[in-house]
């Protein structure tokens, strides 16, 4: 299957401070990355929709000015959490498909992300 | 929207068991996934099945779209099969956006 690379896995962030997570294709083209998020012991939460080229969409409820969204090419989505505060702390994945097939999404391995 | 419902919550088997997980949809899909999250967190990709069956060793799934459900069999469980199991589901007109069920958490004793 096809890969999305996601970097870094784990991160430690003093509060105030941004942290970019990067997610990358490396095997297809992706016009659409998708990123998530995932509180303990529950299901995937879609945080927004990334389109290579164009703003982010982002859901109900997400602070755009606080998770800043880049889909700068076909392969790179980046997310930045902005001035990170400990309820920021949580798993975030992204996603992708390759956009020839118009299939099924692959996934990242993931960034735990810890602020303090 | 879209509904999906996954059952049992929680199964609790011993190695070498067979268990059967359900996913339930509300309405007509586009593609259906199923998923095996690690205890580290990652997604592994088990089967993309819109409909029909497909088997990967001892894992296989069966999809009945037109009666709006799916069903992952696993035989003779491993230890290692033990995580959370997800089926996501789309619609084209959606940008295929997934919709996620709550999950079913297997836990394999040895």
């Known amino acids: 299957g096809a890969v999305v690379s996601q970097h870094p896995s784990r991160v430690i962030c003093k509060s105030g401070t941004s942290v970019k997570i990067e997610c990358r294709s490396l095997?297809?083209?992706?016009?659409?990355m998708f990123w998530y998020r995932q509180f303990p012991k529950q299901s995937l939460m879609l945080m927004a929709t990334?389109?290579?080229?164009?703003?982010?969409?982002?859901e109900q409820g997400v602070e755009k000015d606080k998770f800043l969204i880049n889909h700068a090419s076909l392969t790179l989505s980046t997310l930045t959490v902005t001035s990170a505060h400990p309820e920021d702390s949580s798993f975030y994945i992204c996603s992708a498909r390759d956009s020839t097939l118009n299939t099924e999404a692959f996934f990242g391995q993931g960034t735990r992300l810890t602020v303090v | 929207g879209i509904q999906v419902e996954q059952s049992p919550p929680d199964l609790i088997l011993q190695e070498g068991a067979n268990s059967t997980l359900r996913c339930n949809f509300s309405?007509?899909?586009?593609?259906l996934q199923w998923f095996h999250q690690n205890p580290w967190g990652q997604l592994i990709n088990l089967f993309y099945i819109p409909s029909g069956t497909k088997q990967n060793g001892r894992l296989s799934a069966t999809t009945v779209a037109t009666e709006r459900y799916s069903l992952l069999y696993i035989s003779s469980s491993q230890t290692t099969d033990s995580g959370v199991y997800f089926c996501a589901v789309a619609l084209m007109d959606s940008n295929y956006q997934l919709i996620w069920g709550a999950g079913t958490k297997l836990i394999i004793k040895p």
């Open positions: 309405d007509s899909v586009n593609n």
């Open positions: 990334s389109n290579e080229g164009s703003k982010a969409t982002y």
């Open positions: 095997d297809f083209q992706a016009t659409t």
